[in-house]
């Protein structure tokens, strides 16, 4: 937690990211904010639809029409990303910040040696010549953990199986030295002895370079693992923020509660699993409170009329609730 | 256990031939032309036993077998080799025909709830077809179950007339549970029938497949790959891999003392909520072989961190070691010799 204390790498402020479609505004992301400081790992989970994938979308300024950033600052070392045009974010993407994406089958072009693909990436973003390319490549992919990487280079995906493709995946957003590092559900297609080696190669690499580390996940359990501090979407807005390890001993919002119950291996036991009622509601229609209310065990008139604002929490952390659970003692 | 389990299944094997067309294998080698076939040897020599009223559950890495192994029990394959024997009475061999009333004690439930419901169906259509298969039963009656059956499930009079597409991945895989009580099995195959959904809908589903369980006294062969889930809801474990069944036992005996070198290894790699990353000394190197061509000895040894000069020689059998686990490995055979210093000094 020493890296906290530096000036933040990345600060998102209220960032709005919505798709104006036939059937009605999508807010995907409504009024998101947070920090990163070099170094750190922040994880942000949430269930399908909550706005996480978005929320790295967003700051890679990767949104397409009909979807647009309606407002909010994504402040990356000290320039508004939203405020630069495609060229000058063209330099910032790949070189600064570098994106791992979900599912290594499709992440990588079929048509291309993955040395091709590798070098890409020092063309755009370096001065080196053809023969340091070459040798910083074989690097590269020793590092991630492929074996015989120099008869490797002129291999196509095809050739690789899932966990070796996703290597090869980090070791393109790694190349160019990125400062930001946003991962996309980096494990989810992976079987869970692959998850295992591939958590850790992404942690050594983040470490060993200071890089920043964004996760998104559903896996609250591979966050845990990884992240100094955890943010938890419901409907494009944070309910919760903190410490890992405070967020999951001790969550302030009813909705984090729930996500850490349903988790069977915290259960103890057969019986019933302690269950959230309902389903996510549709993005298009929210409800006028707190979106979470329609769900919650504590809602209260309150709560189907005024959305609760993220209000700092003494113990460190927020939280977006009227009436949050008991601090841990 | 002393009566006649539901389900018995002896030395199942499931190979596919995945060598394509004539020209696809037609290899030109040293001056000579050959057509060697690709068998994928996705099953190899399970057995296993399903008790009334129990939960098996089979947990194992994708390509494991896990899913053709009860493709092939519920015989929507046809076994190379072995037994299946549904309350003593051996269906290996029947066709078509003669599984239709078999089918009335077996049912499944699919993984996928996009893909495994017809889109151009009634959902009060699609939970009573199997019912209408076997029973035959007229309109009348057939709507009156489904609105029963959608009732045990959880959704009202006012879904029976909707489509697949008005629903969400969780209320379609209610669908599918109903479509699979609709006959009253005896046993209940589900493939994955969590792993689509979102944790908090997963819940859902799990307290609701326990809680059918309890009403209608059926048997689940349960297969995931989430350890989690698998600790939730079964009685007795099988870990898989490499389309052998490597370790079988109570859960608690699974999970609190696992035996077989992979069992550990698995239950050492699942994240778990809280905990930092396991130490990579502990973590399994490399990856699953080819099912193509399986390894010599134990399928395990190419990755095992104990693998010793028998493992290479010898495939291991899963053999009995008491309170009613059982594991494949040399390493917990009573009459082996005590295992080479080299191989313990490798691990530590």
Same mark, same amino acid.
């Given at each position: 937690?020493?890296?906290?204390?530096?000036?933040?790498?990345?600060?998102?402020?209220?960032?709005?990211?919505?798709?104006?479609?036939?059937?009605?505004?999508?807010?995907?992301?409504?009024?998101?904010?947070?920090?990163?400081?070099?170094?750190?790992?922040?994880?942000?989970?949430?269930?399908?639809?909550?706005?996480?994938?978005?929320?790295?979308?967003?700051?890679?300024?990767?949104?397409?029409?009909?979807?647009?950033?309606?407002?909010?600052?994504?402040?990356?070392?000290?320039?508004?990303?939203?405020?630069?045009?495609?060229?000058?974010?063209?330099?910032?993407?790949?070189?600064?910040?570098?994106?791992?994406?979900?599912?290594?089958?499709?992440?990588?072009?079929?048509?291309?040696?993955?040395?091709?693909?590798?070098?890409?990436?020092? @063309?755009?973003?370096? #001065?080196?010549?053809? %023969? /340091?390319?070459?040798? &910083?490549?074989?690097?590269?992919?020793? =590092?991630?953990?492929?074996?015989?990487?120099?008869?490797?280079?002129?291999?196509?995906?095809?050739?690789?199986?899932?966990?070796?493709?996703?290597?090869?995946?980090?070791?393109?957003?790694?190349?160019?030295?990125?400062?930001?590092?946003?991962?996309?559900?980096? @494990?989810?297609?992976? #079987?869970?002895?692959? %998850? /295992?080696?591939?958590? &850790?190669?992404?942690?050594?690499?983040? =470490?060993?370079?200071?890089?920043?580390?964004?996760?998104?996940?559903?896996?609250?359990?591979?966050?845990?693992?990884?992240?100094?501090?955890?943010?938890?979407?419901?409907?494009?807005?944070?309910?919760?923020?903190?410490?890992?390890?405070?967020?999951?001993?001790?969550?302030?919002?009813?909705?984090?509660?729930?996500l850490l119950d349903s988790i069977p291996a915290n259960h103890q036991g057969r019986s019933r699993l302690p269950q959230i009622p309902g389903t996510v509601p549709d993005i298009r229609k929210l409800p006028p409170g707190c979106s979470f209310a329609p769900r919650c065990p504590r809602a209260a008139e309150r709560c189907r009329s005024e959305i609760p604002e993220l209000t700092a929490a003494p113990a460190g952390g927020a939280f977006a609730c009227h009436f949050p659970l008991e601090a841990a003692p | 256990m002393s009566e006649e389990p539901l389900l018995r299944v002896d030395g199942l094997e499931q190979r596919f031939d995945a060598s394509g067309s004539l020209f696809d294998r037609l290899r030109f080698e040293n001056g000579r032309i050959s057509a060697p076939r690709r068998i994928v040897h996705a099953v190899n020599g399970v057995s296993l036993t399903i008790a009334r009223g129990e939960v098996l559950g089979l947990v194992g890495e994708s390509g494991c077998g896990k899913s053709s192994l009860a493709k092939t029990i519920i015989k929507l394959h046809e076994p190379t080799a072995g037994r299946i024997m549904l309350e003593g009475e051996d269906i290996t061999g029947y066709g078509f025909q003669r599984m239709q009333p078999v089918r009335r004690k077996m049912q499944m439930i699919f993984q996928d709830p996009y893909a495994s419901l017809n889109p151009r169906q009634q959902v009060s259509d699609i939970v009573v077809e199997p019912w209408r298969e076997v029973a035959g039963g007229t309109s009348g009656d057939a709507h009156e179950r489904a609105m029963q059956l959608l009732a045990k499930v959880g959704l009202g009079a006012e879904h029976a007339a909707r489509y697949p597409h008005q629903f969400s991945g969780g209320q379609r895989q209610r669908i599918g549970i109903a479509r699979a009580l609709s006959v009253n099995p005896d046993l209940i195959i589900a493939d994955e029938p969590v792993s689509a959904l979102d944790v908090s809908i997963q819940a859902q589903i799990l307290n609701l497949m326990l809680d059918l369980k309890d009403d209608f006294g059926f048997s689940y062969l349960f297969i995931t790959h989430d350890l989690s889930v698998v600790r939730f809801i079964s009685d007795r474990i099988g870990v898989m891999y490499l389309g052998f069944m490597v370790e079988t036992g109570p859960r608690d005996a699974i999970f609190d003392n696992p035996r077989h070198p992979y069992t550990q290894a698995l239950l050492k790699a699942a994240p778990r909520i809280g905990q930092p990353l396991p130490p990579a000394a502990e973590q399994l190197t490399g990856e699953v072989p080819s099912a193509f061509v399986l390894p010599q000895g134990c399928a395990f040894r190419t990755r095992c961190p104990l693998a010793h000069a028998r493992c290479a020689t010898e495939r291991p059998a899963l053999k009995h070691i008491g309170a009613g686990q059982s594991v494949a490995c040399h390493l917990h055979e009573a009459d082996e010799t005590p295992l080479p210093a080299a191989a313990l000094s490798a691990a530590a």
């Open positions: 937690m020493t890296a906290q204390t530096d000036a933040p790498l990345l600060r998102v402020c209220g960032l709005k990211t919505w798709f104006h479609t036939f059937g009605g505004v999508v807010k995907a992301v409504d009024g998101v904010s947070f920090d990163l400081s070099p170094g750190e790992i922040l994880g942000i989970v949430g269930e399908s639809g909550g706005g996480k994938s978005m929320v790295g979308f967003s700051i890679m300024g990767l949104i397409d029409k009909p979807g647009r950033i309606e407002a909010g600052e994504i402040i990356f070392d000290g320039r508004n990303l939203v405020s630069l045009d495609d060229n000058a974010m063209q330099a910032v993407r790949g070189r600064q910040i570098a994106m791992i994406f979900q599912d290594p089958m499709t992440a990588l072009n079929p048509l291309y040696t993955i040395g091709n693909q590798l070098e890409e990436m020092l @063309t755009l973003h370096t #001065d080196l010549g053809p %023969q /340091a390319r070459r040798e &910083r490549c074989i690097e590269m992919l020793a =590092e991630v953990g492929i074996p015989q990487p120099e008869a490797r280079l002129g291999a196509y995906p095809h050739q690789f199986s899932g966990g070796m493709r996703q290597r090869v995946v980090i070791a393109i957003a790694m190349i160019a030295g990125p400062r930001l590092l946003i991962a996309d559900e980096p @494990t989810t297609a992976l #079987d869970v002895t692959i %998850q /295992a080696q591939l958590l &850790r190669l992404m942690k050594a690499q983040v =470490e060993q370079r200071r890089t920043a580390l964004i996760m998104i996940t559903h896996d609250l359990a591979a966050v845990s693992q990884m992240a100094d501090r955890i943010v938890v979407l419901y409907c494009g807005r944070v309910v919760e923020i903190g410490a890992s390890a405070a967020l999951i001993a001790g969550p302030r919002h009813p909705y984090t509660r729930g | -």
